[in-house]
């Protein structure tokens, strides 16, 4: 849901850069029902999307990384240590975002990124606190598609917003 969207509000800003989703647990699978569902009443089709794990190389490509919930970005830094100071959790680089304030006219993403890490520790990554987590409904009645679905669709307004602003 998070690729789509976030594909979606880059488009729509006319911003440059190709969202790519790859996760932690499972290769090949298709989007659950309640996806399709939530997705197609929101004008994405996720029909073709399929589980990938996330490797090395992917990393490497990425200008940033985005996981969902804290495990995912300690992931990312365990399975190659230089994406750290490019991988967050969306729900962080969104309150980062606005705290350092919208990337600048000629400030490059990674600067701006910088920026909004300022403070930030690996030991951040440690213990089990879900404040910056996006919850999973993976399980759960629709409504939690549909809640988190909300929630996502919010989050990568608000960072393309912050990132890609317009004349930024």
Do not use: I, N
């Amino acid at each position: 849901m998070a690729e789509a969207l976030l594909s979606a509000q880059l488009a729509a800003r006319g911003a440059p850069g190709a969202v790519s989703s790859a996760g932690v647990l499972a290769e090949g699978q298709p989007p659950p029902a309640e996806v399709l569902a939530v997705m197609t009443a929101r004008g994405c089709d996720v029909t073709r999307h399929r589980s990938r794990l996330v490797t090395p190389a992917d990393l490497t490509r990425a200008d940033l990384v985005l996981g969902m919930a804290r495990e995912h970005v300690r992931h990312a830094a365990v399975l190659l240590p230089d994406s750290w100071p490019r991988a967050f959790t969306l729900r962080e680089l969104v309150s980062r975002g606005r705290a350092a304030g919208a990337r600048g006219s000629g400030e490059q993403v990674g600067q701006w990124l910088a920026r909004a890490a300022g403070g930030r520790s690996r030991r951040d990554l440690l213990g089990s606190g879900t404040a910056d987590d996006v919850a999973d409904p993976a399980g759960g009645p629709l409504r939690g598609y549909e809640d988190t679905a909300d929630l996502l669709d919010q989050l990568t307004r608000d960072l393309v917003a912050l990132c890609w602003p317009p004349g930024g």
